[in-house]
């Protein structure tokens, strides 16, 4: 990738980056998972059409879950949150009744 003009990230060697006047596509690579975006639609589409000469892939749309966290994605921006994930905690320790009590907290 930094043949082809990529940057790679200086705290994270996992995300790279390439910039193209004022826009930029970031990728980040975590164990077999590619996750992409731009500020440009013809910068994704290319990069797609370079993983797929190289590698076997599957386009999966809109990100809404990644490592743990549910993603959110709108006009106001991006929004991260770990509710599933505090769900999940709450029924391992059969604590659900709780979840009115931790939702409402917010």
């Known amino acids: 990738m930094l043949e082809i003009g990529f940057s790679r990230g200086n705290v994270d060697n996992t995300l790279f980056s390439k910039h193209k ?5 970031l990728f980040q690579v975590y164990v077999d998972d590619i996750i992409f975006g731009s500020t440009n639609d013809i910068m994704c589409q290319e ?3 370079l993983m797929q000469g190289e590698f076997e892939t599957s386009l999966m749309g809109e990100l809404t879950f990644s490592l743990g ?18 769900l ?12 009115i009590n931790l939702i409402s907290e917010f």
């Open 21 to 25: 006047g004022k826009d930029i596509l």
């Open 47 to 49: 990069f797609y059409k």
């Open 69 to 86: 966290l549910q993603i959110k994605q709108t006009r106001d921006g991006i929004f991260l949150s770990q509710t599933k994930y505090a």
């Open 88 to 99: 999940e905690l709450l029924k391992m320790f059969d604590m659900q009744d709780e979840q």
